[in-house]
C-alpha cells in the first residue's frame, strides 16, 4: 500500500511547493481542502507535513504518525515543538520549499514500519477476547468439579487448621494456576507465612496500605502513585516472595492474612475472572479459618467434659420445665425441686447414712436448674473415724489430766486416814492436807467452768485492758501498743486462759516464779480479720505440748487441767497456741480472735 502524504497548512504556495518535492506514486492530502475521515489508521502508513502555524488543523487521528515539523527557528511554536520531540524532523520554511524531498523517504520508512507494528498490536487485541473465551469454556468444567472438591475437602478439614489451609493452597493453586502460593496469617504482631520462615511485622507499611485499600494488587497492572511508600512496600514484597497477586484477607477494616500467588502456570496473565476467584478465596478462607478456631475449641471442651465426668463430681443442666433424668440420685432430685420452689441456691453435706456432697441452684439466663453431686462415702468414713480417735484422745487427756490432778492431792488426805486417835497428824501433814484440799476446791471451780463453756457470752473489749488485768492480777509485766486490739470475746473465759497459762509457766520456773516474764500485746489484720497477738517471754520458758515438744507417754497438759481448759478457750476463739522465735530467745504464741 502507498505511503499517504499529509500536508497541513494554510499556505496554497508552500502547500504547492511541497507536493512538487513529493515522490511519484506517493497519495498527497491537503489538510484544509479536504475533509480528513475519523477512525483508527490501523495499517495505513502515513506522513504528515506540519505547518507551525496550522497545527490546529491537525485531527486526533494523525498525532501518532511520524511528523516533519516545518516553522520559524527560534519562534516559540518551534522551540516548543522541539522540547516536546513533536517531530522527527524540524525545517525552516526555507529549507521545506527546497530541501523536504531529502527527507520524506526515511520518514516513509519510518511510517511504514509503525503501521505494521500498530496492525500486529490490533490483531493480538481481537485475538485476545477470543483465547479469553476458549480458555473459559475448556476451563469451566474442570473448575466446577475441582471447586466441589475443594468444597468438601474444607468442610472435612475444618477441626484442623493445617490442613485446611494445605486444602486452600491445593485448591487455590489448581483453580488459579497460580505456579506457587504463600499464605501469611496473622500470629500476635506478626504475620507468618504457612510455609518457610518468611514474616512481615504488623506494623509494616503493607499492613496499613491494605487495611485501607483493601484492593487485590496484579503486579503486572497495578500503579499507586498516591503513596509511594507503600508502593515501595508492595512491590518489595512481590519481588521477594516471586509474587504476582496480592490478595488480601480481610475483617472490618482489619487485616488478618495475605495470600500471594506466583505466576500463571501458563504464561498467561491473571484475568477478571481470576481475581475475583481470588477475592472468594479469601473471603471463604477468614470465615473457614474463624469455624475451625471455634471447632477447636469445642473439641477442647468436649474432652474436658469426657475428663471431668470421669473424675469430677457429677453435673447436669436442666430447662424451665425439664424433669430430672432417673439416674440423678433421688437427693438431687429433692433439691432441684427444692429450688425450683425457693428460687435459693440449696447445698447438703455428706453425713452418717447419706454419703453424698450436692448443691443446686437457678440459671438466671434461662430459667433452668444446675445441679451437681458427688458420692464421698469414704469421706464420711475418714471423717468418722477421725472423730473417733478425736473423742478418744479428748477423754485419754481428760482422764489423764484429773488422774494428776486428783492423785496428787489424794496422796496426804489417804495419809490422814490411816491416822487414829494415838497418833495424831504432825503439823507438816495437816498444812499439805489443807493445800491439797484448796487444790480440790480449784479443780472443782475448775469443772464447774468446763460444765458452762458453751454458754459464755461474748461481750466488747480491748485486749490491752484485759492483758493488764491479768498481769495485775499476777504481778506480771505486760506490754502493750499504743493502738487499742478490740475484739468480740468471753472475757472471764479469756482471762481465766491467760491466768491458767501464765501460771502453769510460772510454777515451771520454781526459783523464778513471774520474774523476768512479761505478756506482750499486739495486734494483725482489721475488721473482721482483727487477731490479737500475744507472746509470753523469757528464760526457761516450759509448757507441757507446746515447749518442749511432747513425747510419748507424757502426762498431757502436765496434768493441770487449767492448761487443757485454757487451750479449748483459745480454740472456741478460733485462736492457736505455739511456740515460736522471738528477740529473747523461744516464746510461746497465742493468737485470738473474735468468737
Known amino acids: 500500500m502507498p505511503t499517504l502524504v499529509v500536508l497541513a497548512t494554510t499556505d496554497h504556495k508552500l502547500a504547492d511547493a511541497w507536493e512538487s518535492q513529493v515522490p511519484s506514486g506517493r497519495t498527497v492530502f ?22 507551525a502555524g496550522a497545527e490546529v488543523l491537525l485531527p486526533p487521528s494523525l498525532l501518532r504518525c511520524p511528523t516533519i515539523f516545518v516553522g520559524e527557528p527560534r519562534s516559540l511554536p518551534f522551540e516548543q ?46 485475538a485476545e477476547p477470543a483465547r479469553s473465551g476458549v480458555r473459559a469454556a475448556t476451563t469451566a468444567a474442570a473448575d466446577a468439579a475441582e471447586l466441589w472438591d475443594f468444597l468438601e475437602g474444607a468442610v472435612e478439614n475444618l477441626d484442623s487448621r493445617d490442613r485446611l489451609i494445605t486444602e486452600f493452597r491445593r485448591a487455590s493453586r489448581h483453580l488459579l494456576h497460580a505456579s506457587h502460593a504463600v499464605f501469611f496469617l496473622r500470629e500476635a504482631e506478626t504475620f507468618r507465612a504457612d510455609r518457610g520462615t518468611s514474616y512481615f511485622a504488623a506494623d509494616d507499611p503493607l499492613v496499613a496500605f491494605f487495611e485501607n485499600h ?61 481475581r475475583a476467584r481470588a477475592v472468594f478465596f479469601a473471603r471463604l478462607l477468614r470465615h473457614c479459618l474463624a469455624k475451625a ?24 443442666v436442666l430447662g424451665p420445665d425439664e424433669g430430672a433424668p432417673r439416674h440423678v440420685p433421688l437427693l438431687v432430685r429433692d433439691l432441684i425441686g427444692r429450688v425450683r420452689r ?5 447445698r447438703v453435706s455428706p453425713a452418717d447414712g447419706q454419703p453424698f456432697r450436692a448443691g443446686a441452684g437457678l440459671i438466671p439466663e434461662t430459667g433452668g436448674v ?98 493488764q488485768n491479768v498481769g495485775t492480777a499476777l504481778t506480771l509485766h505486760v506490754e502493750v501498743g499504743p493502738d487499742a486490739v478490740p475484739l468480740t470475746v468471753s472475757k472471764d473465759l479469756i482471762e481465766f486462759a491467760l491466768r491458767s497459762l501464765v501460771e502453769a509457766v510460772a510454777e515451771n520456773r520454781p526459783t523464778q516464779g513471774v520474774q523476768e516474764l512479761a505478756l506482750q500485746v499486739r495486734s494483725s489484720g482489721s475488721g473482721s480479720e482483727l487477731t490479737a497477738l500475744l507472746s509470753i517471754k523469757g528464760r526457761h520458758l516450759e509448757l507441757e505440748g507446746i515447749l518442749p515438744e511432747p513425747t510419748d507417754g507424757s502426762v498431757p ?23 515460736g522465735p522471738g528477740m529473747e530467745g523461744t516464746e510461746i504464741l497465742i493468737s485470738i480472735r473474735n468468737l
Open 30 to 51: 491537503r489538510l484544509g481542502r479536504q475533509e480528513f475521515p475519523g477512525g483508527p489508521l490501523a495499517g495505513l502508513a502515513a506522513v504528515v507535513v506540519l505547518d
Open 81 to 126: 515543538a522541539k522540547l516536546a520531540a513533536r517531530a522527527r524532523v524540524y525545517l525552516s520554511y526555507e529549507e521545506s520549499v527546497g530541501r523536504l524531498r531529502e527527507f520524506l523517504p526515511l520518514v516513509e520508512e519510518l511510517a511504514e514500519k509503525q503501521s505494521m507494528l500498530d496492525l500486529l498490536v490490533e490483531k493480538s487485541k481481537r
Open 214 to 274: 483493601p484492593v487485590v494488587i496484579d503486579g503486572t497492572i497495578w500503579e499507586n502513585g498516591a503513596d509511594p511508600v507503600a508502593e515501595m512496600a508492595v512491590r518489595n514484597r512481590l519481588a521477594l516472595w516471586g509474587a504476582r497477586l496480592l490478595v488480601p484477607v480481610h475483617d472490618n477494616g482489619r487485616l488478618l492474612g495475605l495470600l500471594a500467588f506466583g505466576v500463571r502456570d501458563d504464561g498467561q496473565q491473571y484475568d477478571e475472572a481470576d
Open 293 to 316: 478456631a471455634q471447632i477447636n475449641r469445642l473439641n477442647l471442651v468436649a474432652d474436658q467434659v469426657t475428663l471431668g465426668g470421669k473424675y469430677l463430681p457429677s453435673t447436669i
Open 342 to 346: 425457693t428460687r435459693e441456691v440449696c
Open 370 to 467: 444446675w445441679a451437681f453431686w458427688e458420692e464421698v462415702s469414704a469421706e464420711v468414713h475418714d471423717a468418722t473415724t477421725r472423730q473417733r480417735a478425736g473423742r478418744r484422745g479428748l477423754l485419754h487427756d481428760i482422764a489423764l489430766t484429773l488422774s494428776h490432778e486428783l492423785g496428787n492431792a489424794l496422796v496426804s488426805l489417804a495419809t490422814l486416814r490411816h491416822l487414829t486417835a494415838d497418833r495424831p497428824p504432825p503439823a507438816s501433814l495437816l498444812d499439805t492436807a489443807r493445800a491439797d484440799v484448796i487444790k480440790l476446791e480449784a479443780l472443782n471451780r475448775q469443772l464447774g467452768l468446763m460444765q458452762t463453756l458453751h454458754e459464755a457470752e461474748a461481750v466488747h473489749v480491748d485486749m490491752r485492758d484485759l492483758a
Open 557 to 579: 497438759n502436765q496434768g493441770r487441767l487449767g492448761v487443757f481448759l485454757a487451750k479449748e478457750i483459745l480454740r472456741l476463739h478460733h485462736g492457736e497456741i505455739h511456740a
